[in-house]
């Protein structure tokens, strides 16, 4: 049993409404002790079932071995403190393939897994090097968000198939050796250096075992809520590797500590704007109207932008800061990233 | 009711709190029936406590402002981008790249020495929902115009050469892009320059002028031991320079950081150097699916 799937949630809700039955049938012919001892099983069994809901939901903990303390059996490779594994994929039938690889980081020290998209057509000619884009999931979450809640392998597969978009691999890298320990893709002082891991470690890995463009003009990023300021840093800070990135529902800052202060200053995205020469990159901001933090966000980020800095913008009428409003967000912005990232190269 | 305003949530705290309040009184009453009564009222307490929590939590971080969005209704629709057809795309015959006389309105603007040159590659008529980058080739009159014509037909790109004269300037060269577009199913962004040595300062302002529109630079010297110039266009944009290989024990100059340099000589260089620009333009791609755009002030959204 999955530890992300909803077999596990029906568990949960048997379990919640058989310690109602106990708590009901032996509450007169056991003493108090039994009683809060039942009584407290089901509070238990309330807060564990909301838990794993909100865990299928975000995709937080994946798989059993990604829980803290847990290991795969049978791994021999070094592995990170909690982010221990990541679970293969199901082959769907758009002639993509999914695979999941283990990132061992040499400039930032984080050895991480993560799921690599490989498009329709990649093995036909091996000459052939494809445009990358990264994919920065949100905090909770993990890659795996990107596949069972926003289900990102059949946008790709459909535009790819459309011509909108062309056959591109897509990395979809951990950013946070600690499920719950939220890093914003930035090097967070006296801890994990997410963004080198990211920037450095990631797109070496990429290089040494993809056929991909090494140029910044074949690199983008992509993200939703905080992996969509992840994208707009990342982008903003390292536009000599990046020519592009798509924020859905992001922020312009990164709403934690980094422990330096950048989080004040070259960490926060409007200050950057206000205060730094603007890099020649562009940037695809979408929000839903509703959703207050993120539509001010990218309105301020939008309004300081200056050229050479491109920025495309665009709003759902409604959808909250929500699954639904980033799958509808999906395909506009894989489309607008090719459209605004170099070709194939051959 | 609003799903995250206030008074939701204080009907939810009061259906919560009489439901546990009524298991409460009802605990030991109705007999034989208290069991279902107890089971019933655990449930509805439990499930209505997690209702609370939850209501308070989407308040709280806004996940779901409104019902709708509970529902997954975005009220948004991602509509395929129109398609514009080209001008002179009824001018276009048959399967093959081509290459037609391009006379737009602005044309004695440009104080050209000869009448441009368009070239749509292979297979364009039949894919008429798809636009093209483009590649913008600055050839010396009466010298590279065929070459780059014949490199032209090669790319997946649109092609235009353009001899400039001494009087061509690069604030009148400027409007030739959105010409293109209007005449061409171009790309507005994304687009490369090749220019002879001759023509460099001039593709260098010409890319300032405009700096959303080009993204590559190519110079074709005539010399193997040609000093590309280091006056570049700035930004990020690509650069290269192609010149002949040099003859045996001669070394050629080096190139200034972040240019590439590749090798060939006549007609060769200008497929070698259209190749390249070609690859770092976008790909042709059919019409994307967008989302409704939106008016921001200060900022200047280039397109949906």
Redesign the interface.
């Known amino acids: 049993m999955t530890l992300d799937g909803t077999g596990i949630v029906v568990l949960g809700a048997v379990a919640?409404?058989g310690t109602?039955?106990l708590?009901?049938?032996l509450?007169d012919r056991v003493g108090p002790l039994s009683r809060a001892g039942i009584a407290a099983g089901?509070v238990l069994s309330?807060a564990m079932t909301?838990g794993l809901q909100l865990n299928r939901m975000t995709e937080a903990y994946p798989s059993w071995d990604t829980l803290p303390g847990v290991h795969a059996a049978g791994a021999s490779e070094p592995r990170s403190p909690t982010v221990a594994a990541i679970t293969p994929l199901p082959a769907k039938s758009g002639g993509s393939t999914v695979l999941s690889v283990r990132v061992a980081g040499k400039a930032s020290g984080l050895t991480l897994p993560m799921y690599v998209y490989l498009p329709p057509g990649y093995d036909r000619d091996p000459r052939e090097r494809f445009p990358v884009l990264e994919a920065a999931h949100g905090y909770p979450g993990s890659p795996r968000t990107w596949f069972r809640r926003l289900d990102a392998q059949s946008y790709l597969d459909r535009?790819i198939a459309?011509?909108?978009?062309?056959p591109t691999v897509v990395l979809f890298p951990y950013q946070t050796p600690k499920q719950l320990l939220d890093t914003e893709c930035t090097n967070l002082a006296n801890g994990p250096q997410a963004e080198t891991f990211l920037t450095e470690d990631v797109p070496a890995y990429a290089r040494a075992y993809l056929r991909v463009r090494t140029?910044?003009?074949g690199w983008g990023l992509i993200g939703y809520s905080a992996g969509g300021y992840c994208a707009t840093n990342l982008l903003l800070r390292h536009?000599?590797q990046y020519?592009a990135a798509a924020s859905l529902s992001g922020f312009d800052q990164p709403g934690i500590k980094v422990g330096d202060g950048t989080e004040n200053t070259a960490n926060n995205d409007s200050w950057r704007l206000t205060h730094l020469p603007q890099?020649?990159?562009?940037l695809y901001l979408?929000w839903?109207a509703?959703?207050?933090?993120t539509r001010r966000a990218s309105?301020r980020?939008?309004?300081?932008?200056r050229?050479?800095l491109?920025?495309?913008?665009?709003?759902?009428?409604?959808?909250?800061?929500?699954?639904?409003?980033w799958q509808?967000?999906e395909?506009?912005a894989f489309?607008?990233l090719?459209?605004?990232?170099?070709?194939?190269?051959g | 009711m609003s799903l995250t305003g206030v008074p939701l949530i204080v009907v939810a705290v009061l259906v919560t709190t009489l439901t546990i309040a009524a298991t409460w009184w009802l605990w030991s009453r109705y007999g034989r029936w208290r069991l279902v009564s107890r089971v019933v009222g655990v449930l509805l307490a439990e499930t209505l406590t997690v209702f609370t929590v939850g209501l308070v939590v989407n308040r709280v971080e806004q996940f779901y402002p409104s019902w709708q969005a509970l529902a997954g209704n975005t009220g948004t629709t991602v509509v395929a981008a129109a398609g514009h057809a080209g001008r002179i795309d009824g001018m276009v015959h048959g399967h093959g790249a081509a290459a037609l006389p391009w006379r737009p309105a602005s044309l004695s603007a440009w104080r050209l020495v000869a009448t441009p040159v368009v070239v749509v590659p292979s297979g364009y008529l039949a894919r008429r929902s798809v636009t093209f980058p483009a590649v913008l080739s600055l050839v010396d009159a009466g010298r590279d115009g065929a070459a780059a014509v014949r490199a032209a037909k090669r790319v997946a790109t649109v092609s235009v050469v353009v001899a400039p004269s001494a009087g061509t300037t690069a604030a009148a060269l400027a409007t030739l892009p959105a010409s293109l577009d209007e005449d061409v199913r171009t790309m507005t962004h994304g687009w490369a320059i090749v220019a002879t040595a001759r023509q460099a300062a001039l593709a260098v302002r010409l890319i300032r002028s405009t700096p959303s529109r080009f993204g590559a630079l190519v110079l074709v010297e005539d010399s193997a031991t040609a000093r590309p110039p280091h006056d570049r266009p700035g930004g990020e944009v690509a650069v290269a320079v192609v010149r002949p290989a040099p003859r045996h024990g001669i070394k050629a100059p080096g190139v200034p950081p972040g240019t590439a340099a590749l090798t060939g000589s006549g007609s060769r260089a200008w497929t070698t150097a259209v190749e390249w620009a070609a690859g770092e333009c976008p790909p042709p791609l059919a019409a994307p699916v967008q989302l409704p755009p939106t008016y921001v002030a200060a900022g200047k959204p280039r397109r949906p």
């Open positions: 919640v409404a109602a039955v708590l009901a049938v509450w089901s309330v909301a535009e459309a011509g909108r978009m062309a140029d910044r003009a536009p000599g020519a890099p020649a990159v562009a979408a839903a509703d959703d207050t933090p309105l980020l939008a309004r300081l932008a050229a050479p491109a920025v495309t913008t665009a709003v759902l009428a409604h959808g909250g800061h929500s699954d639904a409003a509808e967000m395909a506009p489309d607008w090719s459209d605004n990232l170099a070709r194939p190269a």
